[in-house]
């Protein structure tokens, strides 16, 4: 299967992706964001990782809450948005005293990170990436418990198919009529925000993406509906337990 082009999506929108953001979750997305990172540092974990950091919202918000000591890591496949990243902590801490955080570019199916590197793991709005419609998903899947210790938690904030039937339906209308066209407008990439708002509309429900997680090495351990349904807050932890292959991951799109 062909793979979407990611990575040229990502270094075309990079410079109005935050904003775009803002907009189209009603400036939600910070609370979500700060919801997650409570969960993230709840066992107060020494390293942490955030996989699809993007422009660094999630780590620099686990700056902002982390102890002096901890170690944080922003890893993401896009120098560009990266580069945004750093340009933030360097912001931030000018401001405000944070712990240190260091941003990685590189592949999130061959990271270069050894076994049981980190106490936790979260990725926001980025497993969707990793795993829809992805010929890689096992892999991507595969490394994130590979690097993630054992009993180490795994937070997952990413969006969601409503199970509410009216809600599901105003859910569609405004992924696909909507947000493509103005995200394309105000990017300049019409194309990127038509992937991003297809991923999200044919994405897994929360039960979905909870099974797959499971048989990929992880336990649930608390899940929660946000916005309706339309996002999810997933918190696991891993256990030793084989990976069972995800080649369904590669979810079709539902018109």
């Given at each position: 299967m062909k793979d979407f082009p990611l990575q040229t999506f990502y270094g075309d929108i990079h410079s109005t992706y935050d904003r775009v953001n803002r907009i189209f979750t009603f400036g939600r997305d910070r609370a979500w964001r700060r919801k997650a990172v409570v969960e993230l540092l709840r066992k107060q974990p020494d390293r942490v990782l955030d996989l699809c950091t993007g422009t660094g919202d999630f780590i620099l918000e686990a700056a902002r809450k982390a102890g002096k000591d901890t170690v944080l890591t922003g890893y993401d496949f896009s120098p560009a948005m990266l580069e945004l990243a750093r340009d933030k902590f360097r912001q931030l801490s000018e401001h405000e005293q944070v712990a240190m955080v260091e941003f990685l570019e590189g592949d999130a199916g061959a990271m270069p990170f050894e076994e049981a590197s980190f106490d936790a793991l979260g990725i926001t709005f980025g497993i969707r990436n990793l795993i829809y419609k992805?010929?890689?998903?096992?892999?991507?899947?595969?490394?994130?418990?590979?690097?993630?210790?054992?009993?180490?938690?795994?937070v997952i904030l990413e969006s969601s198919r409503p199970e509410n039937v009216?809600?599901?339906?105003?859910?569609?209308?405004?992924?696909?009529?909507?947000?493509?066209?103005?995200?394309?407008?105000?990017?300049?990439?019409?194309?990127?925000?038509?992937?991003?708002?297809?991923?999200?509309?044919?994405?897994?429900?929360?039960?979905?993406?909870?099974?797959?997680?499971?048989?990929?090495?992880?336990?649930?351990?608390?899940?929660?509906?946000?916005?309706?349904?339309?996002?999810?807050?997933?918190?696991?932890?891993?256990?030793?337990?084989?990976?069972?292959?995800?080649?369904?991951?590669?979810?079709?799109d539902e018109d």
């Amino acid at each position: 299967m062909k793979d979407f082009p990611l990575q040229t999506f990502y270094g075309d929108i990079h410079s109005t992706y935050d904003r775009v953001n803002r907009i189209f979750t009603f400036g939600r997305d910070r609370a979500w964001r700060r919801k997650a990172v409570v969960e993230l540092l709840r066992k107060q974990p020494d390293r942490v990782l955030d996989l699809c950091t993007g422009t660094g919202d999630f780590i620099l918000e686990a700056a902002r809450k982390a102890g002096k000591d901890t170690v944080l890591t922003g890893y993401d496949f896009s120098p560009a948005m990266l580069e945004l990243a750093r340009d933030k902590f360097r912001q931030l801490s000018e401001h405000e005293q944070v712990a240190m955080v260091e941003f990685l570019e590189g592949d999130a199916g061959a990271m270069p990170f050894e076994e049981a590197s980190f106490d936790a793991l979260g990725i926001t709005f980025g497993i969707r990436n990793l795993i829809y419609k992805n010929s890689h998903a096992s892999q991507h899947l595969r490394e994130i418990n590979r690097v993630l210790r054992p009993g180490g938690q795994l937070v997952i904030l990413e969006s969601s198919r409503p199970e509410n039937v009216l809600w599901r339906l105003f859910n569609t209308i405004y992924l696909r009529f909507i947000l493509p066209y103005l995200g394309g407008l105000i990017s300049g990439n019409l194309k990127a925000y038509q992937y991003l708002a297809s991923s999200s509309k044919n994405y897994y429900t929360i039960k979905e993406m909870g099974a797959i997680l499971e048989m990929a090495g992880f336990e649930l351990s608390d899940s929660r509906s946000l916005f309706l349904g339309s996002v999810m807050l997933l918190v696991l932890e891993k256990k030793q337990k084989e990976i069972v292959s995800l080649d369904h991951a590669d979810k079709e799109d539902e018109d």
